[in-house]
């Protein structure tokens, strides 16, 4: 996912991915991300699973990884358009 395009909570089982084009994609769980941080036990570059999503008022979009809660913004999603 490139820094122009934009994540939105879509239900807990897709999020839409917008890019600068104004291209929309549903991506539905489980879908893969790539850790751009260190979060928790997940080292930088690891890929991992999304296996639900969550809206939170103050982290905006939580995914759930591995049995935990986790700031999407940790994340970066791979997508081909």
């Given at each position: 996912?490139?820094v122009?395009?934009?994540?939105?909570?879509?239900d807990?089982?897709?999020?839409?991915?917008?890019n600068?084009?104004g291209?929309?994609?549903?991506?539905?769980?489980?879908?893969r991300?790539?850790c751009?941080e260190?979060v928790?036990?997940?080292?930088?570059?690891?890929l991992?699973y999304?296996?639900?999503?969550?809206?939170?008022?103050?982290?905006?979009?939580?995914y759930?990884i591995n049995?935990?809660?986790?700031?999407?913004s940790?994340?970066s999603?791979q997508?081909s358009w």
């Amino acid at each position: 996912m490139s820094v122009r395009e934009v994540v939105r909570y879509q239900d807990p089982k897709s999020i839409l991915v917008i890019n600068h084009q104004g291209q929309i994609r549903q991506l539905f769980v489980p879908f893969r991300v790539v850790c751009i941080e260190t979060v928790q036990n997940i080292p930088k570059g690891s890929l991992v699973y999304v296996e639900s999503v969550f809206l939170h008022r103050k982290y905006i979009l939580l995914y759930w990884i591995n049995q935990r809660l986790i700031p999407y913004s940790f994340f970066s999603i791979q997508i081909s358009w």
